[in-house]
């Protein structure tokens, strides 16, 4: 198992784990609190480290319904979008799960990288033990859009929906610092979530959202998604959005466009 890097012994990991990853312990919020039933989920990884989860289940997803696969980004845990759970739970008629990286909420360890990748496939094993003839839906916002890319590449599932991602870290730093550009960005960072290079191996079908006014990471960067990605492949950009909650800036087009993508690809 993974342990917490030593500042003195590795500090440029050490700061690379502290600046990639900004894990909340605390919860604001389960989804009983916006009247969704809910279970726990407990996931023991082959590696010792010990996942924490939501599952939601909806009536009809014990048939044929849908199951949304959550991956949030790198900072806060699973109740930030309550929500966005409650939303999906009722609109599409959908289960979903959510489960916390490793170091987030209530799972053990610390993140990294490769980490978050096995939990993202732990996460899809149990997903799809609960609903093994379902569709699953991979939904993935900001650093997790690079954490659903990569699992999609791993695992079949049906739609890939991307929110306000990364197209990888190396193109995150370059324009944060920008006296960096000429420096081996390797012997500080050794991250990559290299989105763009994960949606071009895809087959599935891939939906990208980013806002406009998106000041924490630019369009710009679902823009190198949508052209790197493999088809097919949809690119809508939010008037007005900004990092987080693009479905709450404009609901009706958010869910219009989502609802048109799944029905043009018979998922709806």
Do not use: C
Request: charged share 25%; proline share 5%.
């Amino acid at each position: 198992m993974q342990g917490k890097i030593n500042p003195l012994i590795h500090p440029f990991k050490w700061l690379e784990q502290k600046a990639l990853f900004l894990p909340e312990k605390s919860f604001r919020g389960n989804p009983g609190h916006v009247g969704l039933d809910f279970s726990d989920i407990d996931l023991l990884l082959e590696d010792g480290i010990r996942l924490h989860g939501w599952h939601i289940p909806h009536p009809k997803a014990q048939q044929e319904g849908p199951v949304w696969l959550i991956f949030h980004g790198n900072g806060g845990n699973i109740s930030v979008r309550l929500d966005q759970y409650k939303e999906l739970h009722d609109r599409y008629d959908a289960a979903v799960i959510a489960i916390d990286y490793r170091g987030y909420g209530k799972s053990s360890g610390f993140p990294s990288e490769h980490g978050l990748y096995a939990d993202a496939l732990a996460a899809y094993k149990h997903t799809q033990s609960i609903y093994p003839k379902n569709k699953i839906y991979i939904f993935g916002r900001s650093m997790g859009g690079a954490v659903a890319s990569q699992l999609v590449t791993k695992v079949p599932a049906n739609a890939l929906i991307l929110e306000a991602s990364i197209s990888s870290i190396q193109e995150i730093i370059k324009e944060r610092s920008k006296w960096l550009r000429y420096f081996p960005l390797k012997l500080i960072s050794s991250a990559n979530f290299n989105t763009k290079e994960y949606v071009s191996t895809s087959k599935i079908p891939k939906l990208i959202f980013h806002g406009d006014s998106d000041k924490t990471v630019s369009h710009i960067h679902s823009e190198r998604i949508y052209k790197f990605a493999r088809e097919p492949k949809q690119l809508e950009i939010i008037a007005g959005g900004d990092h987080n909650g693009l479905d709450l800036v404009d609901p009706e087009r958010y869910h219009a466009v989502l609802q048109k993508f799944l029905r043009e690809h018979n998922l709806l």
